[in-house]
């Protein structure tokens, strides 16, 4: 078993900064892709910055020149640093990962952490 844990959410002003982390942890044999996504109150889950199996980044174009996804492999742990914050990104951000136990690939989703911009 495998459990992902968010955590650096919070009410900030328009404008400013969080970094959102997640750690990974259990019988974790490789990390094959992780990343964040969020989803907004009566809205369906977007995809906001993640790392592919093969090591690039993909980005929502809502946050290109904001955000940035970055990692600590020795940690099993990934960051979304959060710049210049906007009202329509309140959101809920989960962190998501593929993660193969062994040979079992399998799809892991963590709790959530909410991000309210207050304007």
């Known amino acids: 078993q495998v459990q992902l844990v968010e955590s650096g959410g919070g009410l900030v002003q328009a404008g400013g900064s969080l970094r959102l982390s997640c750690i990974a942890s259990?019988?974790?044999?490789?990390?094959?892709?992780m990343g964040w996504y969020r989803q907004a109150p009566g809205k369906q889950r977007e995809l906001v910055a993640t790392f592919t199996s093969s090591g690039s980044t993909n980005y929502a174009d809502s946050v290109k020149g904001r955000f940035t996804i970055s990692r600590d492999n020795a940690k099993n742990t990934v960051y979304l640093q959060m710049n210049s914050l906007k009202v329509e990104d309140t959101a809920v951000y989960y962190c998501n990962a593929a993660i193969l136990e062994l040979l079992q690939l399998r799809d892991y989703w963590g709790q959530g952490t909410q991000v309210t911009v207050s304007s």
């Open positions: 259990g019988r974790i044999f490789k990390i094959n892709a």
